[in-house]
């Protein structure tokens, strides 16, 4: 562990690799801003971004050791919490991600809202948005000090073999992470900062606990904000699902520099473009995947497969007339009148009605009222036949149960 008293900003440089070191790192960038502006724009069921935002949060609290099963989550969500203690408070735990993302990406959005999330302000913000949603009772470190929403650390802290800043510099620290990395503002090395800004992020480390989720909500929100993701992908799944290397390429960039050729600050600068190459990796693949998932010439397959074991194994009384107006509802996004979807599976009235019963029950329809409006639901049980491999866990969940 080092012992050396960190309490100057120059102390975490650099901030960035230097302009030699960027450039292939740049052209990944590039490749990653390109595919995900197209993946982003694309128009589906608001019910799909719902689930994602379950599926960040389970992946984002696993990372931490913490996760809640995916029925447990949809449980949580139906406000039906376990009996046992620590189940329901790491049920809270999951919730609160939830509704922290929504509140974040609603409020920075857009170039703007980009450059505001590089404050110290904005990480407190993402701080308390995530812990105040959680009661007294929860608002504690494993070792029982008190977790204050949105209040940075008084006291030292170490992670593993990093010594964090000192606590009295901790502002300091974040207000240089701040004006530097807010300075970047050009498309493909805004890439390239964010990622960066991460790692350093977790280095001045300002809260006593919630800091691997406050550095990966801020890096979730950028990319947001930049226009990257639409609410259709997201790096947490990447992350959790290479969490070893996560957390060792995390902590291979706290440490000293390792010679006259890795670079002129403090830190290794090989290690910091190491973690950066694996981000970038991480989201054009959580690109790529969710590209090949949402492929729309496959999807009405999917559908149909769905439909066809609800009818011939399930016998819930779905049908697979309803193959075309579910269709129609997952890529326009859109809700429809009830008597424009059975118009469209063809089935007679009573028919009908009785097939939108059904699937209102399954989950594969939603609506807000006994008579309302219809939109796509997307229930965990379905998530085999329409995105499969998505999101295994919730898959191995749901088929434990059929």
Excluded at 117 to 123: C, H, I, P, R, W
Excluded at 289 to 309: K, P, V, W
Excluded at 354 to 365: D, E, K
Aim: hydrophobic share 45%.
């Amino acid at each position: 562990m080092s012992t050396q008293m960190f309490d100057q900003p120059h102390q975490f440089e650099p901030l960035l690799p230097s302009s030699a070191r960027q450039e292939p790192l740049l052209a990944k960038a590039h490749d990653l801003a390109l595919s995900a502006s197209g993946l982003a724009s694309q128009t589906l069921a608001a019910e799909l971004r719902g689930l994602l935002r379950a599926m960040n949060s389970y992946y984002s609290n696993r990372i931490e050791g913490q996760h809640t099963r995916p029925l447990e989550l949809e449980q949580a969500l139906r406000k039906d919490f376990s009996q046992d203690a620590k189940l329901a408070a790491r049920q809270r735990l999951a919730i609160a991600h939830i509704d922290a993302e929504i509140e974040l990406e609603a409020r920075f959005s857009g170039a703007a809202g980009a450059v505001d999330l590089y404050s110290a302000q904005a990480v407190k913000d993402i701080h308390r948005a995530l812990f105040s949603r959680l009661p007294a009772g929860d608002l504690q470190t494993d070792q029982g000090a008190p977790i204050e929403p949105g209040t940075l650390r008084d006291r030292e802290v170490s992670v593993g073999r990093h010594v964090a800043p000192t606590a009295a510099s901790v502002g300091t620290f974040l207000d240089r992470w701040a004006f530097f990395y807010g300075g970047v503002r050009r498309g493909d090395a805004a890439l390239v900062a964010m990622a960066a800004a991460h790692q350093r992020l977790g280095w001045v480390h300002p809260f006593v606990d919630g800091n691997g989720r406050v550095m990966r909500l801020h890096t979730h929100t950028i990319l947001s904000a930049l226009g990257y993701t639409g609410g259709m992908w997201s790096p947490l799944r990447g992350f959790a699902r290479s969490v070893d290397r996560y957390y060792a390429l995390l902590a291979a960039a706290d440490e000293p520099r390792r010679g006259d050729l890795d670079g002129r600050g403090n830190l290794s600068e090989s290690a910091l473009v190491d973690w950066i190459d694996y981000v970038l990796d991480v989201c054009i693949d959580q690109v790529s995947f969710m590209r090949s998932m949402l492929n729309l010439g496959a999807i009405d397959q999917r559908i149909a497969a769905c439909l066809t074991y609800e009818q011939e194994s399930v016998r819930s009384g779905v049908r697979i007339e309803a193959l075309r107006p579910l269709h129609y509802l997952f890529v326009t996004g859109l809700e429809i009148e009830r008597g424009e979807f059975k118009r469209m599976t063809g089935l007679g009235e009573r028919t009908a009605v009785n097939v939108i019963s059904a699937l209102v029950r399954r989950g594969l329809l939603r609506s807000d009222t006994v008579q309302g409006k219809v939109r796509f639901g997307l229930p965990l049980h379905a998530l085999r036949f329409y995105f499969p491999a998505l999101w295994p866990e919730a898959e191995a969940d749901t088929a434990a149960l059929q």
